[in-house]
């Protein structure tokens, strides 16, 4: 999936040569659902990982499976997300 890229540690559009950088944006789109909490997009209102809620906790048992079939209907094709005992999420 093409799109426009945005740079990764504040967010603004990448431009190089006087113009937007089009390219493949599958990590951007996983990283921005992951993120997102639900009802911060008007358009889709239930997608959201709501990760920043985990942050001092544990992640529930369904969370991993609920993310893939939000990157899945976000347009990312993925066949796992796991989160590891050191709270790494690992995206396949």
Same mark, same amino acid.
């Given at each position: ?6 740079? /990764?540690?504040?967010?603004?559009? +990448?431009?190089? $040569?006087?113009?937007? #950088?089009? +390219? $493949? ?9 992951? #993120? ?6 008007? /358009?889709?209102?239930?997608? &959201? $990982?709501?990760?920043?809620? %985990?942050?001092? $906790?544990?992640? &529930?048992? %369904?969370?991993? +499976?609920?993310?893939?079939? %939000?990157?899945?209907? +976000?347009?990312?094709? %993925?066949?796992?997300?796991? #989160? &590891? ?5 690992? #995206? /396949?």
């Amino acid at each position: 999936m093409n799109g426009l890229l945005t740079y /990764e540690n504040c967010g603004d559009l +990448a431009i190089e $040569g006087g113009g937007c #950088v089009v +390219a $493949g944006t599958e990590a951007q789109t996983i990283e921005h659902v992951l #993120v997102a909490n639900r009802g911060e997009w008007r /358009e889709h209102p239930l997608l &959201g $990982g709501e990760i920043r809620k %985990m942050q001092h $906790g544990l992640a &529930g048992r %369904m969370w991993a +499976a609920r993310a893939r079939q %939000m990157c899945r209907e +976000a347009g990312v094709a %993925m066949s796992r997300v796991a #989160v &590891g005992d050191n709270g790494k999420i690992t #995206v /396949e």
